[in-house]
């Protein structure tokens, strides 16, 4: 599986786990201690990620949780560019994902901002011209599975095979990627939307299957419904169900943890590297 991406001409290897976190610029994300709306929250909330270990840090100005409220695109540029102004005069060479499906949104933390990577959790369903737009900006586009919108996904669970009609999806949309000249795909199956519980696990239990594209594997499942259903709970609740599946991603292949806490990502990570270096043959 391919063990690298390319930021800014550098490489950064993804051979050993890294974590991304998460700093959403909403007021509605699904965890409510994710959200970050004052300079001094964005700060603050960087500053810990960098120093708990984070790699890569998400900017997000609309929530794609079910049933979130529509934001306007000059409202998410709004958002998002105040973000990444703040972050961008303390933290000249953080790399930086723009968690958008947009692509003037993107063309513009990119081009304005030097934003490294677009994370679109759309894949390109929602805006036609985010694949061409992130092939001429030459970053990672981070490649996610998902149905509808936020208003509608969670209607659009109907699966033959979750895994199979995934892996469809990703072949012919990294195929089209690939065409025009993107380099760096990042993918992600896209746990909690368009799936239920149940194909969240299918999806999770199969993950290697997604091995065969050669592109390092995202896994984002923090304090998702997959978790605090099952176990009756809040997402508030849901870090100790979080750790437990961020190790399994690890165990099935997962290069990129996206979360929302990372010092407890990063734990996951230092044991599960300890445990894979005691078992060797």
Known sequence: MKSFITINGKILDVSQPIVMAIINITPDSFFSGSRHCTPENILAATQRAVDFGATIIDIGGYSTRPDANFVSEKE??????????IIRWRFPNLPISIDTFRSKIAQKAVNDFHANIINDISGGELDNKMFQTSAQLNVPYILTHSRGNSQTMQKLTNYQSATKEVLDFFIKKTNELQQLGMKDIIIDP????????????EL??????????????????????????????????????????????????????????????????????????????
């Open 76 to 85: 998410e540029e709004k958002r998002v560019c105040k973000a990444l102004d």
């Open 204 to 281: 999770l239990k199969n993950l290697r299957t997604f091995e065969i594209l050669n592109m390092p594997i995202l896994g984002g499942i923090s304090r998702k419904s997959m978790i605090y259903k099952p176990l009756q709970t809040t997402p508030d609740l849901a870090l100790n169900g979080t750790s437990i599946l961020n190790t399994l991603l690890l165990r099935e292949g997962a290069s990129i943890l996206r979360v929302h806490d990372v010092k407890e990502a990063m734990e996951a990570i230092t044991l599960f590297k300890l445990f894979q270096e005691n078992t060797k043959n």
């Open 190 to 201: 896209g746990f909690g939307f368009a799936k239920t519980v149940a194909q969240n696990y």
